[in-house]
């Protein structure tokens, strides 16, 4: 064990949430994160939302601000939530960072009007097989009949401005999702009359992506619930725990992978150890890369160059060789006590359980 001193690791110093979205096609993944991410930028007030690589990250100020009128507690405990931005399969079947999901949590979208489907259900598994917390989008609420927009108003305030025929379709829904929910073993209660949430009843929060009702409950619960629940978890550490999201070709920078620094600290020039097609990459790093942040200007290509990056992150990374590099496995990096065989069969380990798994597919 790493001792608490080098490691760095303390429930004040937390790193960032990572968030996956999940859910049956056509139930609004990406028009909710478009919706998350959106809103406020249209207002001209993006308030430090940062595209990254394969990510986006919202900073836990943009997420009080705008759930003002739930009144939050002041101090949110973590400094953002970093929400994968490859809603559905992938980012999480495939993808882990050393033995456990990349993602802290996920978001299960379920359409109102249609409850529970195919997708629903395989994804449930997957979140039980992973242990993986979570809570339900439960998504569309805009299409009840008669439903009146309260623009990217909190659920609670938006339900009351609705009319008796609309609060009931509402509630017969709802009754209809969770017995559904029920049937797959899962106790499910809206959130906030949710007193077991974390225990063994998971939370609904109803949204519109289309109109944003709910989207500042869904963020709020999203943070507090993680802060709250996952502090060691959740506990920066020097360690670096990095997957890799994506291996691409980018003009003028060769092959570079696309990476989500789960924890820890990358530097240019780090020796680091990727899994290979033809076995265990050894490089080093020789840019650690993010998408330019001023949006307007930016051309295809343009990245901003990073001595070093503190995790949670997602990070574009350009080195020699790396080819042959396997997405879904985890990057190591070589420390100057480190045995680099050691390391190889460690990162070998890791591609024989992720073709293991692919294999099963
Ligand atoms: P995905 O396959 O889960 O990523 O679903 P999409 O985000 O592509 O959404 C599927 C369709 O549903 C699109 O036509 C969206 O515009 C629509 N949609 C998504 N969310 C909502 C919502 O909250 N309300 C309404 N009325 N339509 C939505």
Not at 26 to 54: H, M, P, S, Y
């Amino acid at each position: 064990g790493v001792s608490e001193e080098t490691s760095g690791r303390s429930e004040y110093n937390l790193r960032s949430p990572i968030c996956c979205i999940m859910g049956h096609v056509d139930t609004g993944k990406t028009k909710l994160l478009d919706c998350i991410r959106g809103t406020n930028v249209q207002q001209g007030e993006a308030g430090g939302i940062t595209q990254q690589i394969g990510a986006t990250y919202f900073p836990a100020e943009n997420i009080r601000q705008r759930t003002k009128e739930l009144k939050a507690d002041a101090n949110l405990k973590v400094p953002g939530l970093l929400v994968i931005d490859t809603p559905g399969h992938e980012s999480f079947t495939n993808l882990r960072s050393r033995g456990s999901g990349l993602c802290d949590i996920a978001i299960l979208v379920v359409d109102i009007m249609h409850g529970l489907e195919r997708q629903t259900i395989e994804s449930l598994n997957l979140l039980k097989m992973r242990n993986t917390n979570f809570v339900i989008a439960l998504n569309k609420v805009d299409r009840l009949y008669g439903w009146k927009a309260c623009h990217n108003a909190s659920i609670v305030k938006a339900m009351k401005e609705q009319s008796r025929d609309v609060q009931f379709e509402f509630r017969t829904r709802l009754t209809q999702v969770v017995t559904e929910f029920k049937e797959q073993g899962i106790n499910t209660e809206l959130y906030y009359k949710n007193k077991n949430m974390g225990k063994d009843t998971f939370s609904i929060v109803p949204t519109s992506a289309i109109s944003g009702e709910g989207i500042p409950d869904l963020l709020l619960l999203l943070v507090q619930w993680t802060a709250k629940t996952m502090a060691a978890r959740l506990a920066y550490s020097n360690e670096v725990q990095c997957t890799v999201l994506e291996v691409k070709v980018v003009e003028g920078h060769g092959t570079t992978i696309d990476v989500i620094l789960v924890n820890g600290e990358l530097h240019e020039g780090d020796q680091i150890v990727v899994c290979g097609m033809q076995g265990p990459i050894v490089t080093s790093i020789r840019a650690l890369l993010t998408p330019d942040p001023m949006k307007e200007l930016r051309v295809k290509g343009s990245y901003e160059h990073h001595k070093k990056i503190k995790a949670a992150q997602g990070i574009k990374i350009n080195a020699q060789g790396l080819e042959h590099a396997i997405a879904g496995t985890s990057l190591y990096v070589m420390g100057p006590d480190d045995d680099a065989e050691d390391i190889k069969e460690a990162v070998m380990e890791d591609m024989r359980s992720v073709m293991g798994r692919v294999n099963k597919c």
